[in-house]
C-alpha cells in the first residue's frame, strides 16, 4: 500500500524531483527497468524521471513516489514511458560522467547521492 514504506532516495534527490515536476508525478516520465545488467538492490525497480532547470536528469523510484504522494503511480498518467535501456543509452555521455560505481544501478545511485 502506498504511503506504508520509508523512502530509500536521499531528501536532497526528492527535493530536486518534486522541483523538477512540480510536485505533479504525472510531469515525469516512467522509466521501466525490466532489463539490467546491474546487481538488483533494495529498491532498485522501476524509477520516474524529469530533468531539471539546468538539464540535469533526475530520478525517483516508483515506490517512493508512492510513499511521498500517498497513491499507487499509473504509468500511463505521466508524460511517456521509456525502458531504462533506452534511458541509459540517451544519457550515456552524462552517465558516464556521473556514475561513482560501474556495478550498482546508475539510476539508484542517483537516488541514493545525487549530484
Known amino acids: 500500500m502506498p504511503g506504508t514504506n520509508k523512502c530509500i532516495s536521499n531528501i536532497r534527490a526528492i527535493h ?3 522541483d523538477a515536476v512540480d510536485n505533479n508525478w504525472r510531469n515525469a516520465a516512467y522509466v521501466e527497468c525490466k532489463v539490467c545488467e546491474h546487481d538488483k538492490s533494495n ?3 522501476n524509477f520516474l524521471f524529469a530533468v531539471n532547470s539546468s538539464g540535469t536528469p533526475v530520478f525517483l523510484p516508483e515506490k517512493d513516489a508512492e510513499t511521498i504522494f500517498g497513491q499507487i503511480i499509473d504509468r500511463s498518467e505521466c508524460i511517456i514511458e521509456i525502458s531504462n535501456t533506452r534511458l541509459l543509452n540517451l544519457y550515456r ?3 558516464h560522467a556521473h556514475a561513482r560505481d560501474a ?3 546508475p539510476l539508484l545511485q542517483q537516488v541514493l547521492s545525487p549530484v
Do not use: R
Request: glycine share 8%; net charge negative; proline share 8%.
Open 93 to 95: 555521455p552524462w552517465f
Open 16 to 18: 530536486a524531483f518534486l
Open 103 to 105: 556495478f550498482s544501478c
Open 43 to 45: 529498491g532498485c525497480e
